[in-house]
Nanobody, 122 residues
Framework: QVQLVESGGGLVQAGGSLRLSCAAS????????MGWFRQAPGKEREFVAS????????DFADSVKGRFTISRDNAKITVYLQMNNLKPEDTAVYYC???????????????WGQGTQVTVSS
């Protein structure tokens, strides 16, 4: 199994930036893809971004495309979500995830972090 530890959440004003980090440990060899989902109160868990570990290929939700970037650090087995030009609608708990295939649905992913709160004030 893969353990995922997230950090970097917080409170920012609209237009500001945050960088989330997710460090993976354990049986990471089976984690071909890592990514981020978010969940706001009363809403379903929503895809944000993913990255294929070996190639660096990325995918982004339309709602964040052009504002967010995802990257990886091979030496530390860590993924990052750089969030720029944040909007109040980005307010949610952000979850790091890992799995074997890239997908926009949460079901194929195997491991999940504990979540980190991102709050954007207007």
């Amino acid at each position: 199994q893969v353990q995922l530890v997230e950090s970097g959440g917080g409170l920012v004003q609209a237009g500001g930036s945050l960088r989330l980090s997710c460090a993976a440990s354990g049986r990471t060899s089976s984690s071909n893809v890592m990514g981020w989902f978010r969940q706001a109160p009363g809403k379903e868990r929503e895809f944000v971004a993913s990255i294929v570990w070996s190639s660096g290929r990325t995918d982004f939700a339309d709602s964040v495309k052009g504002r967010f970037t995802i990257s990886r650090d091979n030496a530390k087995i860590t993924v990052y979500l750089q969030m720029n030009n944040l909007k109040p609608e980005d307010t949610a708990v952000y979850y790091c995830t890992a799995g074997r295939v890239a997908a926009r649905a949460p079901s194929p992913y195997v491991s999940w972090g504990q979540g980190t709160q991102v709050t954007v004030s207007s």
